[in-house]
């Protein structure tokens, strides 16, 4: 059982950074492709960036391609999303999301595959 913890957001202004974190427990992170999604009021969960269980790829959704960057660092069971350039469409709870992958490479999108889920970190930006 993997527990996943999420850290890193708060209010911020239009244009401004933040960096989430999210931290893994319980399990082997190494086995796992990761991935960062977003739930604003009323809508529904959306992928948001995605890597792969090898780090070596990654995608993004177009609102945030050039503006977020995902990392994992293995030696501290840790996922990140560089948020930079923030805007008020970005105001979403953020939550990062495990996924037992066979394949090194392979990129998850679809949170419905995703099997363990942080508790989410509110990130709101003000204009």
């Known amino acids: 059982q993997v527990q996943l913890v999420e850290s890193g957001g708060g209010l911020v202004q239009s244009g401004d950074s933040l960096r989430l974190s999210c931290a893994a427990s319980?399990?082997?992170?190494?086995?796992?492709?990761l991935g960062w999604f977003r739930q604003a009021p009323g809508k529904e969960r959306d992928p948001v960036a995605i890597?792969?269980?090898?780090?070596?790829?990654?995608d993004y959704a177009n609102s945030v391609k050039g503006r977020f960057t995902i990392s994992r660092d293995s030696s501290k069971n840790s996922v990140y999303l560089q948020m930079n350039s923030l805007k008020p469409d970005d105001t979403a709870v953020y939550y990062c999301a495990a996924k037992d992958s066979t394949f090194y490479t392979a990129l998850y999108s679809e949170p419905s595959v995703y099997n363990y889920w942080g508790q989410g970190t509110q990130v709101t930006v003000s204009s």
């Open positions: 890597i792969s269980r090898d780090g070596e790829s990654t």
């Open positions: 319980g399990g082997t992170f190494s086995f796992y492709a």
